[in-house]
DNA sequence: ATCCAGATTA
DNA sequence: TAATCAGGAT
């Protein structure tokens, strides 16, 4: 199996990139990906703003956990103005559970801009939305393809692990520059849609059959640092309690803090120790 | 332990 | 470039 992929590596490195190449490398992705689809909501949807939530949330958040999150969001709040006009508290609640909490709120003030400047409708220019803080590269691009069916140029986790594993087999420290020019060059521009979800769902599919990972090969690759006992993982503990006891609201936490974050800590322990996160997470997970 | 349909900031 | 990000799944 891997064989196949050494050699057409290796065909690469010396021939470049043939128009047969492209043909091949389009066949094997379109053959897997139409006896194996994978099915999500927002694959059905062709609701720009529907498209716009399931990107946030599928920043460096698993499928899996994002369909729940992304069905509830999309139900209580339809629409960019809905989202715009909703407080920020009630936005954190309903983003509760997925992480890396700041990009509901620059989720939030990007549907206000989308409402203020571009009268309610998703951009069409991923440059455009680029500029929105909080969407970068790639999720500017994602948007406007699966929204609009246009073709962009963009690269996220699994489209990575394909061309290392097809096009750079036995290559180390592998750009995304130089990644992304194969991406557009491959790119099927008849339906980029659904090409990218069959290279996405490819790339799915080598991860669960590749040890290790491909993606090790990236020059890019880093390891994650650990969330125990981590500041993420404090303020986490400190959003609950907000969230559980409206009272305590008093504790205010900057993006910054330095002195300040002992003290909560200290409180945090305490409270721990009295069991407050146990009973209050009880009260509110029914 | 490591990654997840990344992005920002220093 | 490296560190960080109001988590959770595998």
Request: proline share 5%.
């Amino acid at each position: 199996m891997s064989l196949f992929a050494a050699d057409f590596s290796q065909s690469y490195e010396k021939n470049g990139l043939s128009q047969e190449m492209i043909q091949i490398f389009q066949q094997i992705i379109w053959d897997y990906y139409n006896s194996h689809p994978r099915e999500f909501p927002w694959r059905v949807t062709r609701n720009p703003y529907h498209i716009f939530i399931s990107e946030w949330m599928l920043q460096q958040t698993q499928t899996s956990s994002v369909v729940p999150k992304y069905k509830e969001f999309i139900s209580k709040l339809p629409t960019f103005s809905d989202l715009a006009n909703t407080s920020m508290d009630e936005v954190v609640k309903l983003w509760q559970g997925l992480g890396y909490n700041r990009r509901a709120i620059w989720m939030k003030s990007a549907a206000e801009s989308i409402v203020r400047e571009y009268n309610g409708t998703l951009p069409k220019d991923p440059d455009h939305l680029e500029k929105i803080k909080g969407i970068g590269h790639a999720t500017a691009r994602e948007m406007v393809t699966f929204a609009y069916n246009i073709p962009t140029v963009f690269i996220e986790t699994n489209i990575r692990r394909v061309f290392l594993h097809l096009f750079f087999h036995n290559k180390n420290q592998v750009k995304d520059t130089e990644i992304l020019s194969l991406v557009g060059q491959t790119v099927d521009i008849t339906n980029p849609r659904e090409w990218y979800y069959a290279l996405m769902d490819y790339g799915v599919m080598l991860k669960k059959t590749l040890q290790p990972d491909p993606n090790r090969r990236s020059y890019h690759y880093k390891k994650q640092p650990k969330f125990e006992g981590s500041n993420r993982e404090l303020r986490g503990k400190i959003l609950r309690l907000k969230i559980t006891n409206p009272e305590i609201t008093n504790i205010t936490i900057s993006q910054k803090l330095k002195s300040p974050l002992e003290k909560i800590n200290e409180l945090v322990t305490k409270m721990e120790e009295e069991g407050f996160f146990e009973k209050s997470l009880k009260t509110t997970s029914e």
